[in-house]
């Protein structure tokens, strides 16, 4: 069954506490991209990873961080510089053979602060 | 920077009635514009997607009209359910030509309520 995984569904961090979200696909698919979604503000892009070992910060990649170091596996870290970082995060993949624009969601994680 | 308009915020439609979402750009490079229906707590899926070569794209109840002299492109569901209800995503992506990346803009949302 092949798709987006994004875990966990739900997670709190507390003020100064770096958080680690996981975002996992097996669709073998080349580019990776992390989204944040705010109520009423669309999504924005944070990072994206067009191949293995390399990535580019997005729109808004202030107090984020990100590896990918599996084709499989792009991570999205919320660091403790990130001072508002409640809400819904979004990961997402692409093929980049054959010029496919479509991107795949996973379910998302919401983020909430204690 | 490169934006997209998304108009109404939200819509409320009676069931079989016919919702309109439109959307407008400003980057005439765009050369690809899906839209994107989300369900509460669920990732964006892939609903259409139209290139700026056509004027009119149609699956099942959803339509796509494009209009590129005017920089603007609509959603319209057909005979609309209470299933439907949902928010809905415009964007617009641009190959970067330095990386051979695409990168989606996407506009703000609509949410969609069809009654029964």
């Known amino acids: 069954d092949g798709g987006i995984t994004q875990s966990p569904k739900y997670l709190f961090r507390k003020e100064g506490q770096n958080v680690t979200l996981s975002c996992e696909q097996n669709?073998?698919?080349?580019?990776m991209y992390w989204y944040r979604q705010d109520p009423g503000q669309g999504l924005r892009l944070i990072y994206y990873?067009?191949?293995?070992?390399?990535?580019q910060k997005g729109d808004i990649a202030e107090g984020y961080s990100v590896s990918r170091e599996k084709k499989e596996s792009f991570p999205l870290t919320v660091t403790s510089a990130q001072k508002n970082p409640t809400a819904f995060y979004l990961c997402?993949?692409?093929?980049?053979?054959?010029?496919?624009?479509?991107?795949?969601f996973g379910p998302g994680t919401r983020l909430l602060v204690l | 920077q490169q934006q997209v308009k998304q108009s109404p915020q939200s819509l409320i439609v009676q069931k079989g009635g016919i919702p309109i979402i439109n959307c407008a750009y400003e980057n005439t490079a765009f050369d690809y514009f899906p839209w994107y229906q989300q369900f509460p707590g669920k990732g964006p899926a892939l609903l259409i997607a139209i290139r700026p070569d056509v004027s009119e794209k149609k699956e099942g109840r959803f339509t796509i009209s494009f209009n590129k002299s005017a920089k603007q492109f609509s959603l319209h569901i057909m005979d609309s359910q209470p299933g439907d209800s949902a928010t809905y995503f415009c964007a617009a992506s641009i190959r970067d030509s330095g990386a051979g990346s695409y990168q989606l803009t996407f506009g703000k949302g609509t949410k969609l309520s069809v009654i029964p």
């Open positions: 997402a993949s692409r093929a980049t053979s054959g010029a496919q624009e479509t991107q795949y």
């Open positions: 990873s067009q191949i293995v070992n390399d990535f």
């Open positions: 669709l073998n698919h080349d580019a």
